[in-house]
Protein backbone atom coordinates (compact mmCIF):
# COMPACT_ATOMS: atom_id res chain seq x y z
CA UNK A 1 0.00 0.00 0.00
CA UNK A 2 2.86 2.35 0.75
CA UNK A 3 4.33 1.80 -2.41
CA UNK A 4 1.43 3.10 -4.16
CA UNK A 5 1.17 6.38 -2.39
CA UNK A 6 5.12 7.15 -2.72
CA UNK A 7 4.56 7.33 -6.38
CA UNK A 8 1.86 10.55 -6.31
CA UNK A 9 4.24 11.69 -3.82
CA UNK A 10 7.42 11.21 -5.43
CA UNK A 11 5.98 13.27 -8.65
CA UNK A 12 4.41 15.83 -6.69
CA UNK A 13 8.07 16.69 -4.91
CA UNK A 14 9.31 16.11 -8.59
CA UNK A 15 7.06 18.94 -9.88
CA UNK A 16 7.48 21.13 -7.39
CA UNK A 17 11.43 21.08 -7.31
CA UNK A 18 11.61 20.86 -11.12
CA UNK A 19 9.10 23.59 -11.92
CA UNK A 20 7.56 25.67 -9.18
CA UNK A 21 10.58 26.31 -7.62
CA UNK A 22 12.76 27.47 -9.95
CA UNK A 23 9.57 29.79 -11.17
CA UNK A 24 9.13 31.22 -7.99
CA UNK A 25 12.69 32.08 -7.85
CA UNK A 26 12.79 33.52 -10.90
CA UNK A 27 9.14 35.43 -10.13
CA UNK A 28 10.94 36.36 -6.75
CA UNK A 29 13.63 38.31 -8.51
CA UNK A 30 11.50 40.22 -10.75
CA UNK A 31 9.60 41.90 -8.00
CA UNK A 32 13.29 42.72 -6.67
CA UNK A 33 14.29 44.14 -9.54
CA UNK A 34 10.86 46.15 -9.38
CA UNK A 35 11.19 47.30 -6.25
CA UNK A 36 15.09 48.38 -6.83
CA UNK A 37 13.43 50.16 -10.41
CA UNK A 38 10.62 52.31 -8.07
CA UNK A 39 13.37 52.78 -5.08
CA UNK A 40 15.51 54.48 -8.08
CA UNK A 41 12.97 56.45 -9.35
CA UNK A 42 10.95 57.55 -6.09
CA UNK A 43 14.49 58.89 -4.74
CA UNK A 44 15.81 60.57 -7.96
CA UNK A 45 12.49 62.08 -7.90
CA UNK A 46 12.21 63.67 -4.55
CA UNK A 47 15.87 64.39 -4.14
CA UNK A 48 15.32 66.44 -7.55
CA UNK A 49 11.87 68.24 -5.92
CA UNK A 50 13.99 68.78 -3.22
CA UNK A 51 17.39 70.44 -4.75
CA UNK A 52 14.88 72.30 -6.99
CA UNK A 53 12.38 73.45 -4.90
CA UNK A 54 9.88 73.07 -7.59
CA UNK A 55 7.60 70.13 -9.52
CA UNK A 56 7.58 70.46 -12.42
CA UNK A 57 4.84 69.01 -14.96
CA UNK A 58 7.77 67.39 -17.17
CA UNK A 59 9.42 65.50 -13.78
CA UNK A 60 6.06 64.27 -12.44
CA UNK A 61 5.64 62.54 -15.94
CA UNK A 62 8.98 61.37 -16.05
CA UNK A 63 8.81 59.64 -12.20
CA UNK A 64 5.10 57.98 -13.62
CA UNK A 65 7.27 56.61 -16.72
CA UNK A 66 10.11 55.42 -14.73
CA UNK A 67 7.56 53.87 -12.37
CA UNK A 68 5.07 52.27 -15.41
CA UNK A 69 8.62 50.81 -16.99
CA UNK A 70 8.85 47.92 -13.70
CA UNK A 71 4.96 46.66 -15.37
CA UNK A 72 3.39 47.28 -12.12
CA UNK A 73 0.18 49.56 -11.15
CA UNK A 74 1.11 52.02 -7.76
CA UNK A 75 -0.89 53.96 -5.71
CA UNK A 76 1.34 57.48 -5.67
CA UNK A 77 0.90 60.17 -2.23
CA UNK A 78 2.67 63.36 -2.50
CA UNK A 79 2.46 65.49 0.85
CA UNK A 80 4.04 69.04 1.34
CA UNK A 81 4.36 70.34 4.78
CA UNK A 82 5.10 73.81 5.45
CA UNK A 83 6.05 74.94 8.64
CA UNK A 84 4.06 77.71 10.39
CA UNK A 85 4.39 79.56 13.83
CA UNK A 86 1.99 81.40 15.62
CA UNK A 87 2.83 83.45 18.55
CA UNK A 88 1.18 82.55 21.60
CA UNK A 89 0.05 86.27 23.18
CA UNK A 90 -1.72 86.49 26.80
CA UNK A 91 -4.55 88.85 24.99
CA UNK A 92 -4.22 88.46 21.13
CA UNK A 93 -5.61 91.90 20.21
CA UNK A 94 -2.50 93.49 22.56
CA UNK A 95 0.80 92.46 20.59
CA UNK A 96 2.29 93.84 24.16
CA UNK A 97 1.40 90.65 25.78
CA UNK A 98 3.13 88.51 23.49
CA UNK A 99 4.45 85.23 25.82
CA UNK A 100 7.61 85.16 24.22
CA UNK A 101 6.66 81.75 22.78
CA UNK A 102 5.42 80.49 19.50
CA UNK A 103 3.55 77.45 18.53
CA UNK A 104 4.87 75.04 15.40
CA UNK A 105 2.69 73.73 12.96
CA UNK A 106 2.51 72.64 9.77
CA UNK A 107 -0.14 73.11 6.69
CA UNK A 108 -0.31 70.44 4.75
CA UNK A 109 -0.69 70.25 0.80
CA UNK A 110 -1.75 66.76 -0.70
CA UNK A 111 -1.44 65.02 -4.29
CA UNK A 112 -4.70 66.21 -5.49
CA UNK A 113 -3.65 69.51 -5.28
CA UNK A 114 -0.21 69.49 -6.06
CA UNK A 115 -1.48 67.72 -9.42
CA UNK A 116 -4.20 70.81 -10.25
CA UNK A 117 -1.20 72.70 -10.58
CA UNK A 118 0.81 71.01 -12.15
CA UNK A 119 -2.08 69.48 -14.32
CA UNK A 120 -4.96 72.54 -14.82
CA UNK A 121 -7.74 72.19 -16.97
CA UNK A 122 -7.15 75.46 -19.35
CA UNK A 123 -4.63 74.06 -22.00
CA UNK A 124 -1.41 76.04 -20.92
CA UNK A 125 1.79 74.83 -22.12
CA UNK A 126 3.61 72.41 -19.91
CA UNK A 127 6.64 75.15 -20.07
CA UNK A 128 4.93 77.57 -18.44
CA UNK A 129 5.67 78.78 -14.66
CA UNK A 130 1.98 78.55 -13.54
CA UNK A 131 2.13 74.91 -14.24
CA UNK A 132 4.95 74.57 -11.63
CA UNK A 133 4.10 73.62 -8.03
CA UNK A 134 6.64 75.60 -6.06
CA UNK A 135 8.28 74.23 -2.20
CA UNK A 136 10.11 76.75 0.25
CA UNK A 137 13.37 75.95 1.42
CA UNK A 138 13.09 74.56 4.79
CA UNK A 139 9.32 72.55 3.88
CA UNK A 140 9.27 68.86 4.13
CA UNK A 141 7.84 67.12 0.93
CA UNK A 142 7.20 63.24 0.96
CA UNK A 143 6.04 60.75 -1.60
CA UNK A 144 4.98 57.13 -0.47
CA UNK A 145 4.67 54.63 -3.69
CA UNK A 146 2.67 51.16 -3.30
CA UNK A 147 1.98 48.50 -5.72
CA UNK A 148 -1.63 47.58 -6.30
CA UNK A 149 -1.54 44.76 -8.53
CA UNK A 150 -0.50 41.38 -7.75
CA UNK A 151 2.92 40.37 -8.94
CA UNK A 152 3.75 36.57 -10.43
CA UNK A 153 5.48 35.84 -7.67
CA UNK A 154 2.39 36.86 -5.10
CA UNK A 155 0.42 34.70 -7.07
CA UNK A 156 2.52 31.77 -7.25
CA UNK A 157 3.07 32.23 -3.11
CA UNK A 158 -0.63 32.20 -2.67
CA UNK A 159 -1.24 29.14 -4.97
CA UNK A 160 0.77 27.00 -2.48
CA UNK A 161 -0.33 28.19 0.80
CA UNK A 162 -3.86 28.41 -0.50
CA UNK A 163 -3.94 32.12 0.70
CA UNK A 164 -5.55 35.03 -0.84
CA UNK A 165 -3.81 38.52 -2.17
CA UNK A 166 -6.28 40.34 0.17
CA UNK A 167 -3.48 42.82 -0.12
CA UNK A 168 -1.12 42.38 -2.99
CA UNK A 169 1.80 44.76 -1.99
CA UNK A 170 5.44 44.15 -2.71
CA UNK A 171 6.49 47.28 -3.27
CA UNK A 172 5.96 49.74 -0.65
CA UNK A 173 8.60 53.20 -0.90
CA UNK A 174 7.79 56.07 1.53
CA UNK A 175 11.06 58.89 0.94
CA UNK A 176 11.04 62.02 1.83
CA UNK A 177 12.81 64.96 3.04
CA UNK A 178 13.09 68.64 3.80
CA UNK A 179 13.44 71.38 0.78
CA UNK A 180 17.42 72.27 0.41
CA UNK A 181 17.09 74.71 -2.35
CA UNK A 182 14.36 77.28 -4.42
CA UNK A 183 15.52 77.23 -7.66
CA UNK A 184 12.93 79.52 -9.54
Avoid: C, W
Wanted: no cysteine; charged share 20%; glycine share 4%.
Amino acid sequence: MTKYLSIPFASVIAVLLLFYFPLQSTYEQQDQMAYNLSYNAVTNFVDSVRNKGYISPMMYNDFTRELGATNNLFEIKMEHKSKRYNPIYKDPTDEATFMGTAEVYYDAVYQETILATLFPDNGVSDFDPSRKYYLKEGDFFTVTVRNTNTTKAKLLSDFLTNGSSVDPTRIDIPYGGIINNEDY
